[in-house]
């Protein structure tokens, strides 16, 4: 199958740390994606796994779990602009599949 | 980083009309180019997958005599909604792959069609 799963929605408050976690169908698997999106505009690359483990970038870490189907986004030092959807999908078989995305309130 | 461009960013038609959005990218060339569609306050949907000089694959409930994809250039791709509805008001948004990696997507800003 093509699921993918994540939160609908979490808020957090400014300065904080969130992990938004996401699980996935393993079958095909060939890398997975976090994009961040905000209302109007198109996703922006945040981060691309495909092998285990944390892959840290500034605030941004995402880590994967291939046995597992299971993948999380961490935010450090949260700042209101962080306050966005955050996509998380999987390159099935050079195939994008997307997820439902997790709307993020970022509260002061 | 590698560029993909959109036009229009938004466009406003009548109903029953048709409407065209390139997808262009900029710096580098893309056998590959993907079409996705996106409803208010939900994911991306893939449409179809535009194949320089051959013909798209259309997702499942597509209609791809609605959805015109053409991808006749390896910097080129378009997608033209004939007929044009209401229903067909949404954010249609291009990426495009440089063919080094799959990994190396890159999305064009998006297209607001409204259909009145």
């Known amino acids: 199958g093509q699921n993918i799963d994540q939160p609908t929605e979490m808020t957090a408050t400014e300065g904080a740390i969130v992990q938004i976690n996401c699980t996935y169908q393993t079958s095909g698997f060939n890398g997975l994606f976090w994009y961040q999106q905000h209302a109007g505009e198109a996703p922006t690359f945040l981060s691309y796994n495909v092998l285990d483990g944390l892959e840290e970038k500034g605030r941004f870490s995402s880590f994967l779990s291939r046995s597992k189907g299971y993948s999380y986004l961490l935010l450090k030092e949260l700042q209101m602009k962080d306050s966005a959807s955050y996509l998380c999908l999987y390159n099935q078989g050079g195939k994008l599949i997307f997820g439902q995305g997790t709307e993020l309130s970022v509260k002061p | 980083g590698a560029v993909v461009s959109q036009h229009p960013s938004w466009v406003i038609c009548k109903s029953g009309t048709s409407v065209k959005i390139e997808c262009r990218s900029l710096?580098?060339?893309?056998?590959?180019m993907f079409w996705y569609r996106q409803f208010p306050k939900q994911s991306l949907m893939l449409m179809a997958t535009?194949?320089?000089?051959?013909?798209?694959?259309?997702e499942q409930g597509v209609e791809k005599d609605k959805f015109l994809i053409n991808h006749a250039s390896l910097t080129l791709s378009t997608l033209t909604v004939t007929s044009a509805h209401p229903e067909d008001s949404s954010f249609y948004i291009c990426?495009?792959?440089?063919?080094?990696?799959?990994?190396?997507?890159?999305f064009g800003p998006g297209t607001r069609l409204t259909v009145t």
């Open positions: 535009s194949n320089e000089g051959s013909k798209a694959t259309y």
């Open positions: 990426s495009a792959g440089s063919g080094r990696s799959t990994y190396e997507q890159y």
């Open positions: 710096d580098f060339q893309a056998t590959t």
